[in-house]
């Protein structure tokens, strides 16, 4: 065994290389171009300069003060270039870059190969994190590593909402045909509101594809909007189809019918199922209110479908981020199903820590459910793999209070506190600075 730890796909590096271990870093940029990067910087943001709110009773602020905490060279460089954006952490993204490149080219630790790496290495501890956008050749080696059916080339997502926003007077419990038990959560329509759904979806405003995604729709994550573009009764025959079930309160069968698929073992979150959707976001709020019992919901995710690679982590990976099948192999950022470069980052952190700890010989580490980083693991290695989709940090995916919690700062404010304790206890604990 080589005694550096490999890592593929630039920015992820700091975490092993602070705790002591040689890192030899491959970036195939700028020899071998993406169709979205400009630069051959590391850690170039593509999309957007911001990072996501920064309000630490904000759950996407709570993962930002554990990355701090956990001495993140994203967090301490994304405050050091930051630009006022109000409560989020907004970056000048050139700045960002270069400074971050910079930081990993001088450490000591650290090697840079500037070239296409085409295979998975198995003499090393070895780190893949490269990002939705993998070159051909590794997205082979990866397939060919985790199997091909575990492998997707497109994000199909449905919009999470929280079960406590749900008007549950309106819905009812069931699965079809009674089979499986009570399941689903069922938003029942009659004709006139199916009609009235119907106009809005194909009336509402749609995200424009970029140049790199106009692929066609796979049959199997058609967008929502787009079904109902190809009819008035499509919907009915796909995921609103109301077959199999009846109303307790009407003891008829709906007209049409939303299903609401719980999101975690907690049933603090429900999926949308079959709600992948190209709408924008103000659109989904307004369209997706329509629908009854929804009224007053609340998206912890919303919907999207746009070019991605990622693995099927419930079913291919340790909580560790190690593969199961082999444990010098660990997978980071967005390969391993979380959604924004905020939460691509923590993961990359974690691996790093990991493949350091274990080239070492010290045990592996995994942080507590209750944190933020601890909850986004916890989803994407124990989501039922039949319907894994990545996800962005969300309160949903945090384990219930002791005593439920009606007010929402205060509920905040609650998970907050107790994600920073017990991540400060795991660090200490593990010895970890």
Known sequence: MRDDVVIVGGGLAWQAATRGARVTLYEMRPKEQ???HKTGLLAELVCSNSLGSGDVLSTPGILKEEMRRLNS????????VRVPAGSALAVD???????ITQALESHPNVRIIREEIKDIP???????????????SLTGAIRNLTHSKNLYFFDAISPIIDADSINMDVVFRASRYEKGGADYVNCPMDEATYDRFHDALVKAEKVQPKEFEKTPYFEGCIPIEVMAERGRQTMQFGPLKPVGLEDPKTRTRPYAVVQLRAENTHRSCYNMVGFQTKLTYPEQRRVFRMIPGLEQAEFLRYGS??????????QLLRETLQLKARGTAFFAGQLVGVEGYT???AMGGLAGI??????AGLPLVT???????GSLITYITTSDPRHFQPINTNLGLFPPLPSRIRDKDQKRRLISQRALEDLEAWKTRFELS
């Open 34 to 36: 993406t169709q979205a």
């Open 122 to 136: 198995t003499d090393c501890v070895c780190v893949v994190a490269t990002g939705p956008l993998t070159s051909d």
């Open 93 to 99: 993204r050139e700045l960002f870059a270069q400074r």
């Open 367 to 373: 942080p507590p459910p209750t944190t933020a980083h």
């Open 305 to 314: 479908l746009h070019r991605n690679t990622f693995v099927n982590s419930p």
């Open 343 to 345: 939460e691509s980052a």
């Open 73 to 80: 060279l994203v967090i301490r460089v994304a405050e050091e």
């Open 354 to 359: 990991n493949a350091a700890r274990g080239l």
